[in-house]
């Protein structure tokens, strides 16, 4: 099978996503340091986290295939939330996301004949958890490598009351904005 482009990413949910789409891809991933700028707004902060995935990756490997990458993070009012660091730190986000309604950005760079960006801001609203279902769920595993210490996908769903936006966006990689991308390259999918 010919591979079609380059997926820069570490993600599973972003591989079963363009499997999805049945675009083919060879997994890339490249390690960067995911601090926020000081004052650096949601959509920049996503944004410019998926750009350097991708040019990190196009400078290890050349351009001779489309790079495709992504950044999502889980927004609570003015507080960019990322993967937890630990257990303390997936219970207090956790606790904040309890009964309130947060954002989840996703951004995703596409590096072929020219650089595409896109974003996709979906709204989700949780209800209220209590305590020993935020213990149980950290006690699951699912927290570990996700925005905001939740997985939409997994059990996390649960705790979804509505959602407004795109449910592909919060898993990882949103697919409307994603195939807009890759046809305004010339990259196929449905093959
Ligand atoms: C909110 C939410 C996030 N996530 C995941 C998607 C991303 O993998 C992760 C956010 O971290 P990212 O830094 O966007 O991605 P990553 O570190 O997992 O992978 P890479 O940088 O190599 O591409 O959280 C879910 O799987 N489900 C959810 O409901």
Do not use: N
């Not at 059990?155 to 046809?183: A, I, K, M, Q, W």
């Amino acid at each position: 099978m010919t591979v079609q482009i380059i997926l820069a990413s570490a993600s599973p949910r972003r591989q079963e996503l363009l499997d999805q789409i049945k675009v083919t891809y060879r997994v890339h991933p490249v390690d960067l340091d995911e601090t926020p700028l000081p004052d650096e707004t949601p959509v920049d902060y996503v944004q410019r986290l998926a750009a350097e995935k991708s040019a990190a990756c196009t400078a290890q490997l050349g351009d001779s295939l489309p790079v495709l990458a992504a950044d999502t993070a889980v927004v609570l009012g003015d507080l960019i939330m990322g993967k937890p660091k630990d257990r303390d730190d997936a219970v207090a986000m956790l606790r904040q996301l309890s009964g309130k309604m947060h954002r989840v950005y996703s951004a995703i760079s596409l590096r072929g004949r020219e650089h595409g960006q896109a974003i996709s801001i979906t709204e989700v609203t949780f209800r209220p958890l209590t305590e020993s279902e935020i213990a149980a769920y950290w006690q699951s595993g699912e927290p570990l490598d996700k925005a905001g210490s939740y997985a939409i996908q997994g059990r996390g769903g649960v705790f979804v009351e509505s959602l407004s936006g795109s449910f592909s966006g919060v898993v990882g990689l949103p697919l409307f904005e994603t195939t807009e991308l890759l046809s305004k390259q010339g990259i196929e999918f449905f093959k």
